[in-house]
């Protein structure tokens, strides 16, 4: 018996004993010469009825083909395939050399995109905190602050819930959120996603600083410490803690040091020129901000700016260093860190030109992230890398694209199980329309701003329906 005939033979077995979950539809979708075609597809929901997509796909694999397919770990592959098997990637292979199940037309097949940094509970601030001139960047932190004791924990748990289903919606994949009390895990932890969970850590004092140390034992539990009872928000397979201090001017600089050292953390760094002058003189904007905040502890700022780069060569990712809008760029940066830029952030309050360019050259890894609603208009990955790809048209597109996906797993500790498109790696996809138009180089097209609904697979299950 043939493979054709084999997956016939099971699909009329799966269709029959679970008609009521699966659902055989047509979908028209314009060609690429513009013309009109129609093909079937069958889509086999989960919850409450896995046992129907756990048999299709333990004893079915299936090759998805779409006008380009782009690996990341390698060139682009025109008309290329993608099979799955069960959660995972069982090849990946250039035309010809398999027969499609199903073929997506003009749309490139990419690795699920990966958001290395969001702030979910500020999702119900679009438009609320209108960003500020850099020089006065206090202004707006004013206003974050304002707004957040405006807001019920129903509210941050529905914020935090709308902003994760942006997230999903665009094809994102793995996100690194900073979570103030980790009030983001209960929607994350459920959702049908990878994440990092960075718990935000603020206090000028070591007796704040170390509290807020206590309180993450005492609820993430042996997911923290070994030998302590578990906790309430446990670590999972899919959903992994980590700690941010917050900033060099929110959190002792002894403390955040030591971190930062021994890895899994993230600060946002050189935000803006305020910062940069707190830390050369313990003067500026900041100054009169903590004092009006009741917080101000000179004896807190210990440690200049080179001083956060502090490098255990057994450290454990994440170390991220956000924003760096400021960073000179011979800061001593080491192999495990990563610089996360947030374009669209950085343009709206109107920095110089963001030094990315140079510590790529220098070999430091760089990646994408989209900051929160408070200062972007949406949390699409994707388009933070079609920003760059405008305001910088000779930047390598290439590289794009891994800003938002390999790098990103990179900087997040997952590389070894998402972020590209490669046999045994997780069956992580999103399926991005592509215009109708041709280009020397395949991500031009990926990159362009061009509308369309985006489906995405996660380990192997279509999360939104193709």
């Known amino acids: 018996m043939t493979r054709q005939q084999t997956d016939a033979v099971f699909s009329s077995i799966v269709t029959c004993y679970f008609l009521p979950v699966t659902l055989l539809f047509e979908r028209k979708e314009k060609d690429r010469s513009g013309g009109n075609r129609t ?81 979910l509970d500020l999702s119900g601030a679009r438009g609320l905190i209108p960003p500020t001139d850099p020089n006065h960047f206090t202004d707006w932190l004013r206003g974050v602050i304002a707004y957040r004791r405006t807001r019920t924990a129903e509210q941050v748990q529905a914020n935090i819930r ?18 103030s009390g ?16 960075f718990w935000e850590v603020i206090g000028l004092s070591e007796d704040k600083y170390n509290a807020t140390l206590s309180e993450i034992g005492a609820t993430i539990g042996g997911s923290w410490d070994p030998d302590a009872p578990p906790g309430i928000y446990p670590a999972t397979p899919s959903c992994r803690w980590a700690t941010s201090p917050h900033a060099p001017y929110s ?52 440690a200049g700016l080179r001083d956060f780069f ?26 495990a860190h990563t610089i ?12 110089p030109p963001h030094p990315f360019r140079e510590f790529l050259a220098r070999g430091v890894r760089v990646c994408l992230g989209t900051d929160s609603l408070a200062s972007n208009p949406d949390l699409d990955i994707l388009s933070e890398a079609r920003f760059v790809r405008l305001r910088y048209p000779d930047f390598p597109v290439d590289q794009l694209l891994r800003m938002v996906t390999l790098s990103g797993a990179e900087s997040l500790g997952w590389a070894d199980e998402t972020g590209s498109l490669e046999a045994g790696k997780s069956a992580d996809f999103v399926v991005v329309p592509l215009p109708n138009a041709d280009a020397p180089d395949p991500h031009e097209l990926l990159l362009a701003d061009h509308a369309g609904e985006r489906c995405t697979m996660f380990r192997g299950q279509w999360r939104s329906a193709p």
Not at 162 to 179: K, P, S, Y
Not at 182 to 197: E, K, M, N, W
Not at 341 to 348: D, E, G, I, Q
């Open 182 to 197: 980790g009030v983001s895990y209960p929607a994350i932890a459920r959702a049908f996603v990878r994440a990092v969970l």
């Open 340 to 351: 996360v830029y947030c374009p669209r952030t950085h343009a709206a309050f109107g920095h």
């Open 39 to 119: 093909r079937d597809c069958v889509l086999i929901r989960h919850t409450p009825y896995h046992l129907a997509t756990d048999l299709y796909c333990t004893f079915m694999s299936r090759t998805y083909t779409a006008r380009y397919v782009f690996p990341v770990s390698g060139p682009p592959l025109a008309n290329g395939t993608v099979t799955v098997r069960d959660d995972r990637i069982e090849a990946v292979l250039t035309h010809g050399e398999r027969i499609a199940d199903v073929d997506f037309g003009n749309a490139a097949i990419i690795p699920g995109l990966v958001n290395p940094h969001t702030h």
């Open 162 to 179: 709308d902003g994760l289903a942006e997230c999903l919606r665009h094809g994102t994949t793995l996100i690194g959120d900073i979570t």
């Open 310 to 335: 502090v490098a255990y060569p057994k450290a454990a990712p994440p170390i991220l260093y956000v924003h760096c809008n400021y960073l000179p760029t011979d800061a001593p940066l080491a192999p």
């Open 251 to 302: 959190a002792n600089h002894d403390c955040a040091r030591g971190q930062l050292y021994l890895g899994n953390a993230a600060i946002h760094f050189a935000e803006s020129p305020a910062e940069i002058e707190l830390l050369a003189s313990k003067t500026g904007p900041f100054v009169d901000f903590l004092k009006q905040l009741g917080v101000w502890n000179a004896s807190a700022f210990t």
